[in-house]
């Protein structure tokens, strides 16, 4: 198997960017103005053509203060004007520490002109660690053996088995959730729970979510007044809550890096839920459409999140994460875990004409999968097993790689961790090799991001972007798949907590093969979105043109 070759741009790429980063240099003291947040090194992706080095300037959306053809005739480089993203916007504007693509006071630099200079242009801050140590011993064995098993996808059948497994609650429930917010689940929960003698036990990520009234999600609650306090009221000592601590400056001692970012239930002790969905209704939205006469959402498909879920009726799989769940309760409790009150501006979206949906045929909408049988399966947790076992994965292929996630944000730098360069590495080791990579990403993933990825030399023709994907997976050679919650960047796969699960079962494997198949021919493109929200200022009124909706609304982890 061996250690994959660390992906490095080449010194042929290095000499290729020469003149852009000269015109870089030039640009920011000509075009500073509040009307370009970043300006960079990049690629221009002309159609059926290879990319080209070019100068990159990211504007306010919905501006255009200068043509690519006035850059280009001014600079001599091929030049892209692009919508700045979220993260460009609020680095322009902010006080923060230094951050990847830009730095205070308009002195833009990025990640990617660090990773083809080789100048520490910008100061980047470490991955962070957390204070959480792993189980001794772990208790993670792969468990191949007679189980009963469901597998679903988001948007069209999350919800229906979500609300089966939950309605079958005897005495208990243990969850371990991200983010918790859809009326509906919450109903489901509270009737499954409030019967006199049943417990429930739950673990939070410790930023409550605060919905705006708009949107997929424009029904959900607010976490903390109409999730948690209905529940203590009706459960009292029947309801056992915690909330997980994270690193901070005010909490050094925090025992995950930045998320909690698990989605796991165990139903009285001998069933499990295990996903890469939150329990909001973006990713469990209250549909039934395979029921006679059931109605769908305008734009399902590309509103509503893409998520995988399994469903295990197996003592065996419960007890193995209920441990980790009720480990993860006690040591946050013994922290003294508390919410953290943190406000995300609203982004204004741009308003566009609801086209029809692209396809030749109508939607496909793919039924669960239910087998009872023998099963191989391997639970995954990060911080605990999840890098070695994803590497070991993905250097197994032999024809075929077919990745998704909602990105692959990779700095580039030495401050990477080994585990996140290695897994990167192994992708594009993959590639050298021959074998089918693909790689589907969210739309709303940076540009920065696959321009990074290109320099070290994936194809730009292996990715896809795909509106409201949200699921995490790798199928391998159309026989072994990993899903789960577990995003690709530094703290993704190394110091948050996630779950996902490995089935080394080809007839899984090819039910979400045909998933994501269906994904890569219909529903991706083949560049991010050129659209991007707009960042709103405090008191600032809804431009002509757009939609103010909440940060979460648009960007759903």
Not at 342 to 363: G, H, I, K, N
Not at 408 to 418: K, Q, S, V
Not at 476 to 483: P, Q
Request: aromatic share 10%.
């Amino acid at each position: 198997m061996g250690t994959p070759n660390l992906v490095s741009v080449s010194p042929e790429v290095r000499q290729a960017f020469a003149p852009i980063l000269a015109a870089v240099a030039r640009a920011r003291a000509d075009l500073a103005s509040d009307e370009v947040a970043a300006v960079r090194p990049g690629y221009k992706y002309p159609a059926n053509a290879a990319p080209q080095p070019a100068l990159v300037v990211a504007v306010t959306p919905g501006e255009r203060p200068i043509s690519e053809a006035d850059l280009e005739s001014k600079y001599g480089v091929p030049a892209v004007v692009t919508d700045a993203t979220v993260e460009e916007q609020m680095a322009r504007s902010s006080a923060a520490e230094p951050v990847s693509f830009g730095t205070p006071g308009g002195a833009m630099a990025s990640a990617f002109e660090n990773l083809i200079s080789g100048d520490e242009v910008v100061a980047f801050a470490l991955p962070k660690s957390g204070s959480y140590e792993p189980l001794d011993p772990p208790n993670l064995p792969l468990v191949e053996e007679p189980m009963e098993l469901t597998i679903c996808v988001s948007p069209e059948a999350g919800w229906s088995e979500l609300e089966d497994f939950l309605g079958g609650t005897q005495k208990s429930l243990t969850v371990a959730m991200y983010q918790f917010t859809a009326p509906h689940i919450f109903d489901a929960v509270s009737a499954a729970v409030s019967p006199e003698g049943r417990q429930f036990e739950l673990v939070l990520h410790p930023i409550p979510e605060k919905p705006r009234g708009s949107g997929v999600k424009g029904k959900d609650l607010d976490e903390d007044t109409s999730v948690l306090e209905p529940l203590e009221q009706t459960l009292k000592n029947r309801f056992e809550m915690a909330w997980a601590t994270l690193l901070s400056k005010a909490r050094p001692d925090g025992l995950w890096a930045s998320a909690y970012h698990i989605k796991v239930a165990v139903r009285d002790g001998n069933a499990a839920w295990v996903s890469s969905g939150n329990w909001q209704s973006s990713n469990q939205p209250n549909v039934h459409p395979f029921k006679p006469g059931a109605e769908l959402p305008s734009g399902f498909q590309r509103k509503y999140n893409r998520d995988y879920h399994a469903i295990f009726k197996n003592e065996r799989i419960a007890s193995i994460f209920e441990q980790y769940i009720k480990r993860d309760h006690d040591l946050s409790a013994a922290q003294a875990g508390a919410p953290t009150d943190f406000a995300l501006p609203d982004l204004f979206v741009p308003e566009v004409e609801e086209a029809p949906e692209p396809f030749a045929a109508p939607p496909q909408y793919f039924k669960p999968l239910r087998l009872n049988r023998s099963v191989s399966v391997q639970p995954l947790l990060t911080p605990d097993n999840y890098a070695e076992k994803a590497l070991a994965l993905i250097q197994s292929a032999k024809e075929s790689v077919w990745f998704q996630n909602q990105y692959i944000n990779f700095r580039g730098t030495d401050e990477d961790f080994t585990e996140f360069k290695l897994l990167v590495s192994a992708l594009k080791d993959q590639v050298d090799q021959g074998r089918e990579v693909r790689i589907i990403c969210r739309d709303m993933m940076k540009q920065e991001s696959l321009d990074i990825l290109v320099a070290f030399g994936f194809p730009a023709e292996a990715f896809r972007f795909q509106s409201a994907c949200h699921n995490k997976c790798v199928i391998v050679d159309k026989s072994v798949v990993m899903f789960g919650s577990h995003n690709w960047s530094n703290e993704g796969v190394k110091t948050n907590r996630d779950a996902s699960l490995i089935f080394n079962d080809k007839e899984i494997a090819e039910y979400l093969a045909d998933v994501y198949d269906y994904d890569w021919n219909r529903l991706a493109t083949a560049h991010p979105t050129k659209t991007r929200p707009r960042v709103a200022k405090e008191g600032e009124s809804t431009p002509q043109g757009f939609s103010r909706v909440a940060f979460s609304e648009v960007f759903d982890d």
